[in-house]
């Protein structure tokens, strides 16, 4: 289906299951869980331009467990959650989500790039362990200084950008748009999500995620 809604208790790995969606679809080799095709190496360092993420989330205890985890327990594991809980915070900062509000993107934007460039040096093969878990915990205070620019729910202009953005053609398969904490949006948010959802273009996929279902408004 076009549109689906992923519920469970907090910490049921509602977005990783609409991450591996994302890959799923995106792959042109059967999408098993170790392919190493272009597109699903993207989609595990969450970097795929087919992929749009959003909503309020509190991300903090996953960053700092990530880079703790790699101090403990090196590996490529434990490389690919670090960079994965780091990116999952500097993909809602994506430039899509801030068409024609560029200004508020202006004291985010410094803190995105040294995000990025730290994470790269943690993924596999582009450091030593060691290096790696220096850089993790380096990077904690700039994660820390973007988490508190995140608004407390999703906006109506990135509701409206996401929507111009899935209707782009997608530069693979597929398209997929997932939005967190769905039933926290405002009733603007709310009304201009809809009507996408009613006309879901080809070849992308929505993805909601909730931990109160009854919160939604029964249209969506």
């Not at 960053?63 to 703790?68: S, T, W």
């Not at 900062?93 to 985010?108: I, M, T, V, W």
């Not at 990077?139 to 620019?149: A, C, I, R, V």
Request: proline share 7%; hydrophobic share 40%.
């Amino acid at each position: 289906p076009p549109s689906m809604l992923f519920e469970g208790p907090r910490l049921s790995a509602k977005a990783s299951a609409a991450l591996e969606l994302g890959r799923v679809l995106s792959c042109a080799n059967g999408a098993a869980w170790n392919c190493s095709c272009p597109d699903c190496a993207r989609h595990r360092s969450l970097s795929h331009p087919d992929m749009l993420l959003f909503g309020p989330k509190n991300l903090w205890q996953e960053a700092a467990a990530g880079a703790e985890l790699l101090s403990r327990s090196p590996g490529t594991a434990s490389r690919y959650f670090f960079v994965r809980a780091v990116r999952k915070l500097t993909r809602r900062f994506d430039a899509a989500l801030y068409a024609d509000e560029e200004g508020r993107l202006s004291k985010a934007l410094p803190l995105v790039r040294s995000l990025l460039e730290g994470s790269d040096a943690c993924l596999p093969g582009s450091s030593t362990d060691d290096e790696a878990a220096k850089e993790a915990h380096k990077l904690l205070s700039t994660y820390g200084k973007l988490h508190e620019l995140l608004p407390d729910s999703t906006p109506v202009f990135q509701i409206r950008a996401m929507e111009a953005w899935a209707r782009q053609t997608p530069m693979g398969r597929a398209k997929i748009v997932i939005l967190e904490h769905a039933d926290r949006m405002l009733d603007a948010s709310r009304n201009a999500l809809l009507k996408i959802l009613e006309e879901a273009p080809p070849r992308t996929t929505f993805v909601l995620t909730s931990s109160r279902r009854q919160a939604l408004i029964p249209t969506i």
